[in-house]
């Protein structure tokens, strides 16, 4: 059996997003960026208009009816990566993301659930008062993801 069958591999998804339209920017963007595969925990994903690349076709798209089930479907030795601003974030800037991971995004209105936050290996946040729309914050989180594989 070969053991370099995988070595790394990431997934982003939303839990109970609520902008359709964040999602098909931020699929088209895991695409572009590398993503492994997508997901949605409660909402659904539905075609968007925004999502020009048709990535929901072009990669692995799972559906968890909700965060329980997300959590014991997790691929094996994959971290969860959080993105929320929360007083145990870490700063972006400085994290050294896993090798497999699963970064979950919350709803752009209430953030991640305390059941994800507590779950979560890892908590990560931009330097930012405020918070950033779903799909962008997973942008930055895909790229310095990216920028991080390359100081490595």
Avoid at 100 to 113: I, K, M, N, P, S
Avoid at 133 to 150: C, E, F, H, P, T
Wanted: charged share 20%.
């Amino acid at each position: 059996m070969n053991n370099n069958f995988v070595n790394e591999f990431f997934g982003i998804g939303i839990l109970n997003g609520k902008t359709p339209e964040n999602l098909g920017v931020l699929w088209r963007s895991a695409q572009n960026m590398g993503a492994s595969f997508i997901f949605t925990i409660g909402n659904r994903y539905a075609k968007q208009a925004c999502d020009t690349h048709n990535a929901v076709k072009s990669m692995p798209y799972f559906h968890y009816d909700n965060f329980d089930e997300f959590f014991n479907n997790l691929p094996k030795g994959a971290r969860i990566v959080g993105v929320e601003l929360h007083e145990k974030s870490q700063d972006l800037e400085s994290f050294q993301h896993p090798r497999r991971c699963v970064y979950l995004l919350g709803a752009e209105d209430h953030g991640l659930t305390n059941e994800a936050i507590d779950k979560s290996h890892f908590l990560v946040k931009f330097k930012s008062t405020l918070s950033l729309n779903v799909s962008v914050a997973g942008s930055i989180v895909m790229y310095d993801r990216q920028l991080n594989k390359a100081r490595s």
